[in-house]
């Protein structure tokens, strides 16, 4: 089981990737691209501008869950982790596992997937990525191991960074 696990997570084009990554080198702790473990059916069906229906992910959650869980030291993760009931299954194989939510206004999300190229996500299914975003309800108690983490169009990479492990220092010791 991993000392520190993270999930970066959000809609496309909130930054997962290049937050994970620049994060877990920051910490240190290994990063793992979530895109990476989807099955072929699912890039393709996304690559067509399908949306994944919610049996199309189980697969897909389980094998990022495996892959965290058998992490041996701390590891970063992004994932899309869009729902409650899929942040469970990933909380289910470990534990101790923290949720970093970058939140972005649309109009950022829809620039920066304009500006994205060699992705299999279109930006055509950002909608329904934003329709199937639950968000945590830190003032009714619920989920308050999803941090959320505003990434405006504004900062930089570096300045997002820091601000995460502000934020996640808060939780883990030795952060």
């Not at 869950?65 to 992490?71: G, P």
């Not at 997937?113 to 619920?142: I, T, V, W, Y």
Request: hydrophobic share 50%; glycine share 6%.
């Amino acid at each position: 089981m991993p000392a520190h696990a993270i999930v970066v997570m959000g809609v496309s084009g909130s930054g997962k990737s290049t937050i994970g990554q620049h994060l877990a080198a920051r910490l240190p702790a290994a990063f793992l691209e979530g895109d990476t473990l989807h099955p072929a059916p699912n890039i393709a069906k996304m690559r067509s501008g399908a949306p994944l229906t919610d049996a199309d992910r189980r697969p897909w959650l389980a094998a990022v869950a495996a892959r965290i869980a058998q992490s041996d030291g701390a590891v970063v993760v992004s994932c899309s982790a869009l729902k409650k009931e899929y942040r469970a299954v990933l909380r289910a194989a470990t534990p101790a596992l923290r949720f970093l939510l970058l939140s972005a206004a649309r109009p950022v999300l829809e620039a920066r997937l304009r500006n994205r190229s060699g992705h299999f996500m279109p930006p055509l299914l950002l909608q329904s990525q934003l329709d199937a975003l639950q968000m945590p309800n830190h003032e009714l108690g619920d989920e308050c191991d999803v941090l959320v983490l505003d990434v405006g169009a504004e900062a930089s990479v570096e300045e997002t960074v820091e601000r995460a492990v502000a934020l996640l220092a808060d939780v883990f010791v030795n952060l």
